[in-house]
């Protein structure tokens, strides 16, 4: 199976601060890797799909980059409501798999 | 726009069969694949299974020998049995819609999911 490393796994962060997350994938996987935001007890959330669109309604200060085994999640001037738990996502094979998450939290 | 809708014990004893239900509402499970998704406690997402709306079935290789996916396009749900579960089994379940979509090339996307129903084991 693939398998998808984030970086970091954790990220104390102030608002308007610019947030970067990295996802690492085993293997190549073209573009077809997906984030998404976890709120507790709310549904899962696409942000981005295929690495680099943004699925509808998102933000555009969220933004995704990267293909192969590299890719980057940006969120360019943070707002409390973006903390949360971000996880990238591959579909180019089954398995699918997740990664291990990221947890935002406010300064 | 698609709904889905977990519904489950909340609390299942260690030996016994874990059951849960996934309720789509605003549109037809025709057509498309719904797959399972847990998150233990204090972990990531671990993918579970997928299956198509005529029944083809996908599941994860360390669950597969306890899982069981079928699905009910009269009642427009799908389900999930789990046999044997320990307290690893303990996670919120999720369950979502299998999309198909085209950008620079085909791909599939877990597009929309349930709220999640949290599942015990304990005795």
């Known amino acids: 199976e693939i398998v998808l490393t984030q970086s970091p796994d954790f990220q104390s962060v102030t608002p308007k601060e610019k947030v970067t997350i990295t996802c690492r994938a085993s293997q190549s996987i073209g573009t077809t890797l997906h984030w998404y935001q976890l709120k507790a007890d709310q549904s899962p959330k696409v942000l981005i799909k295929d690495a680099s669109q943004p699925f509808s309604g998102v933000p555009p200060r969220f933004s995704g980059s990267g293909s192969g085994t590299d890719f980057t999640l940006t969120i360019n001037g943070l707002e409390a409501e973006d903390v949360a738990t971000y996880y990238c996502h591959q579909s180019s094979s089954l398995p699918y798999t997740f990664g291990q998450g990221t947890k935002l939290e406010i300064k | 726009q698609v709904q889905l809708q977990e519904s489950g014990p909340g609390v299942v004893k260690p030996s016994e069969t874990l059951s849960l239900t996934c309720s789509v509402s605003?549109?037809?499970?025709?057509?498309?694949?719904w797959s399972w998704i847990r998150r233990p406690p204090g972990k990531g997402l671990e993918w579970i299974g997928l299956i198509s709306y005529n029944g083809n079935t996908n599941y994860n290789p360390s669950l597969k020998s306890r899982l069981t996916i079928s699905v009910d396009t009269s009642e427009n749900h799908f389900s999930l049995k789990l046999d044997s579960v320990t307290a690893a089994d303990t996670a919120v379940y999720f369950c979502?819609?299998?999309?198909?979509?085209?950008?620079?090339?085909?791909?599939?996307?877990?597009?929309?999911w349930g709220r999640g129903t949290p599942v015990t084991v304990s005795s």
């Open positions: 979502a819609r299998r999309g198909f979509y085209y950008d620079s090339s085909g791909y599939y996307l877990l597009d929309y």
């Open positions: 605003g549109g037809s499970i025709n057509g498309f694949y």
